[in-house]
């Protein structure tokens, strides 16, 4: 880096992150109720949205609006074994650990699914790792990071001595499997340790030397030495020195190349025939160009998870996702809307990568973390293993010394009279976390609000924009927390089924639009029906001590109130569409005391399938314990904005169920009937049920049981709380319903 650069950043010593609220339309994406923007490197900013799609509803998107051509932060394209796949996670494991920093990275090209291999080129610091299986357009980045959008037209030559002399020949594919095409193949140790062919093959041995030797390079040429020739064979090992010739002995290439000799040499280059590509340092393969000159060219507009690359006219780029399939998280978009919402930010090409449930957004954020991390709602519930990926990075290490300060909060939205708590943290030149240069003091620098020394904010009855300063040392940064009133408020309960004397303590969630709102239930106006109890200020309901009596509570704010319908007994709740379901009994029992609910006032769609956090839901509800008191659990996928955020933590916090791995809960991961055993036995032990031992648990998959999860599948059966299929089988993996879940909660608390 040069010395004015690092200059330049040692002198930062304010911070801002920007909070926008209100109807800002964006075309492409609708209404824009909530956006922040906040740099997390060098002149590199993530920008969050959350709006309204007139059609599709709820959107959420990031982007990653980075200057990267100047020379600090780098695009890198990973690329792994060709025939591996890959989490975006542990692509950023590897990248870290090759001596680069991660700031920023999306989930790449479209691939194969069954064999890894990228559609398009890909290339990492001007070695070619792969042709790619359909190459078409390329995103390219030359040596300042200057992004394009290019064709690839890429001859791969093979010049070999034959028993007949020198004879060119035509390499199709490089570090791509065999198809249909019957084509001259090449290999090298990145794509795997062997050719992965199968029936007759002609496979030729080279040895290049070196391993830098064996990766090709536009406009250069690799001499190696053949080392053997075999027909009618496959699947040939291929060592760190060596490539490999290979194609199936039918094909037109099969004759010439059964005549290369060992001890022979052969050269192989690869040609630009339109010099589009030469000198590029970084190169990915996109699965649609939907814009280009700032035009729209795209025509279909599906709505899915979408992941792209904008570039504007400087050269600079903006990578982005958005989530979809998603109905409380996101919607999706179009390709059309797509193309549209990234030229509105300033782009003029905009390329389509893969997108579904390969869609993957990770970030670092300054000061927090040392190591990037997914930031979006994979639609799948996890992070789909991939073939590439475009980073962020940059090279060095920071020295840890202060230079910036940054403000976090768990929600910037808020109502009048809400807290907010912001935290403070530093980082250094490289915006790597850093200890503070001193305590940290607050102060309300606009807007009515008052903040203490902790940080908790607490905002003013004025709406509008409130700024709060944070100092430690000689540094200070700015958090903007967008007062609002024009509120959307649904109670934590639709109705109440509850016992003489119970109390039920009812929360309200606010949102602004479609984005969450902070709040607090005090600033609600609570009441109910005088025959049924009472209800205080925050919410909290005694039930009266007369059974068989109904009533409602009200809740209100503003001119806006909402009614909950509550029985005081234990009144069963039907649904019409259960009415000759095996699991009627127990649905009807659990939905009488509020643990489970319907999709609606009728219907309860009893064989849909359960998500793991809709499961710890039922358990919260059963526990009747208050999950708005757990400490957070810390995992990537578990947002503060999402419903089941306070139901994940109770849960971890309770020894009821953990993660998949140490930053990944899975939540719309749909739960396994082991899974459920598993939690299913830590609530039993939590709540000091005492499980019958009579049960059957002997099944003919016990051997299909996880390890880990034995123990718990053999308890909660013994306990006769969840019993085999009628085949004789556990089936451990399979998936659960509503119905199931409804039926073993229901055994397990009334046994």
Known sequence: MEKKKLAAMLALSLTLCTVLSGYAFQDGIGNVYYESNREIARQTYIKEQIAGHIQNGIEHAYMVNSDEIDGFIQPYVFSGEINGKYTLTSMIDWIEKSGYRVVAGINGDLYDTATGTPKGLTIHNGKIKSSGYAPDRVLAFDASGAASLATVNLTYNLNAMTANGEVPMQINYFNVPHGGAKGLHLFNRQYASNTKTTGNCVEVVLDAGSVENTEPIIGETITATVVSVTSNTCN?????????????????????????????????????????????????????????????????????????????????????????????????????????????????????????????????????????????????????????????????????????????????????????????????????????????????????????????????????????????????????????????????????????????????????????????????????????????????????????????????????????????????????????????????????????????????????????????????????EDVQTAPASGFTDVLDTEWYYSYVNWGVSKGIVKGMDATTFAPNANITREQMAIMLKNYATLTNITLSTEGNTTFTDNALISPWALESVQAIAAGSIMSGRPEGNFDPQGVATRAEAATVLCKMLTQ
Not at 237 to 248: M, R
Not at 334 to 359: E, F, P, R, Y
Not at 567 to 596: C, P
């Open 236 to 624: 040939t090992a291929i060592s760190d020195n060596q490539l490999v010739l290979s194609t199936v002995s039918d094909s037109a290439a099969a004759p010439m190349l059964a005549t290369l000799t060992p001890g022979s040499t052969v050269d192989i280059s690869v040609t630009d025939n339109d010099g589009s590509l030469t000198d590029k340092k970084e190169v990915i393969g996109v699965y649609h160009v939907i814009a280009e000159n700032g035009m729209v060219t795209a025509t279909s507009n599906s709505i899915n998870p979408r992941t792209a690359v904008g570039i504007k006219s400087d050269g600079s780029i903006i990578i982005y996702g958005v989530d979809g399939r998603q109905s409380s998280v996101s919607a999706g978009l179009g390709l059309v809307d797509l193309a549209k919402h990234l030229i509105a930010q300033g782009c003029t090409t905009v390329l389509n990568m893969d997108g579904g449930g390969s869609t993957s957004f990770a970030v670092r954020y300054p000061g927090i973390k040392d190591k990037a991390s997914v930031i979006n709602s994979p639609s799948e519930g996890s992070l789909r293993k991939l073939s590439n990926g475009l980073f962020l990075v940059y090279q060095g290490q920071g020295d840890g010394m202060a230079e910036n300060l940054h403000v976090y909060s768990a929600m910037t939205l808020a109502m009048p009279g809400a807290d907010v708590q912001l935290k403070t943290y530093a980082s250094d030149s490289y915006y790597e976390p850093a200890n503070l240069p001193g305590s940290v003091s607050y102060e309300v620098t606009k807007g009515e609000g008052e903040v203490n020394d902790t940080g908790l904010y607490t905002a003013g009855m004025q709406t509008g924009s409130d700024e709060i300063m944070a100092r430690s040392g000689n540094l200070s940064a700015v958090a903007k927390v967008e007062v609002v009133d024009d509120i959307i408020f649904t109670p934590s309960v639709t109705s109440l089924m509850i016992d003489p004397k119970e109390t039920k303590d009812i929360n309200v969630i606010a949102k602004f639009g479609f984005a969450p709102v902070k709040s607090k239930d005090s600033l609600f106006k609570w009441s109910c029906d005088k025959n049924i109890g009472t209800i205080d200020e925050n919410g909290l309901f005694t039930a009266t001590e007369q059974p068989a009596v109904g009533g409602y509570i009200y809740v209100s704010y503003g001119e806006k109130t909402k009614s909950i319908p509550v029985q005081i007994g234990g009144t069963k709740i039907t649904f019409e569409d259960i009415q000759e379901h095996w699991a009627k009994d127990f649905i009807e029992t659990l939905a009488g005391k509020g643990i489970v609910k319907g999709m609606d006032q009728t219907t309860f769609l009893p064989d849909a399938q359960l998500t793991r956090a809709q499961f710890l839901t039922m358990l919260a509800a059963a526990s009747k």
